[in-house]
Nanobody, 123 residues
Framework: QVQLVESGGGLVQAGGSLRLSCVASGGIFSRYVMAWFRQAPEKEREFVSAVSVLGGATYYADSVKGRFTITRDNAKNTMYLEMNSLTTDDTANYYC????????????????WGQGTQVTVSS
């Protein structure tokens, strides 16, 4: 059973930065496409970014393009999300997801999920 554990969330002022991490265990990390989603209160879970198995291809939601960077280190079974120029709109619980079957932007496509890490951006 694959387990995903996120960390790195917290409270930051608008314009600041955070780096999220997602550590995987129980599976072969290097075989999985990985992604970040986020969910704000009373909103649906939305796609943020995804990275291919070797890290050579990355995908971003338009709302974070140019501000967020997704990377992975297969030797450490870890994925990262570097978030810069944060705004209050980025406030959400951020989830790590692994092993998509088809549409990367659809939460239903993903087999494995972490518990989430809260990111709060203050104005």
């Amino acid at each position: 059973q694959v387990q995903l554990v996120e960390s790195g969330g917290g409270l930051v002022q608008a314009g600041g930065s955070l780096r999220l991490s997602c550590v995987a265990s129980g599976g072969i990390f290097s075989r999985y496409v990985m992604a970040w989603f986020r969910q704000a209160p009373e909103k649906e879970r939305e796609f943020v970014s995804a990275v291919s198995v070797l890290g050579g291809a990355t995908y971003y939601a338009d709302s974070v393009k140019g501000r967020f960077t997704i990377t992975r280190d297969n030797a450490k079974n870890t994925m990262y999300l570097e978030m810069n120029s944060l705004t209050t709109d980025d406030t959400a619980n951020y989830y790590c997801a692994g092993d998509a079957s088809s549409d990367l932007k659809n939460p239903l496509s993903w087999a494995y999920w972490g518990q989430g890490t809260q990111v709060t951006v203050s104005s």
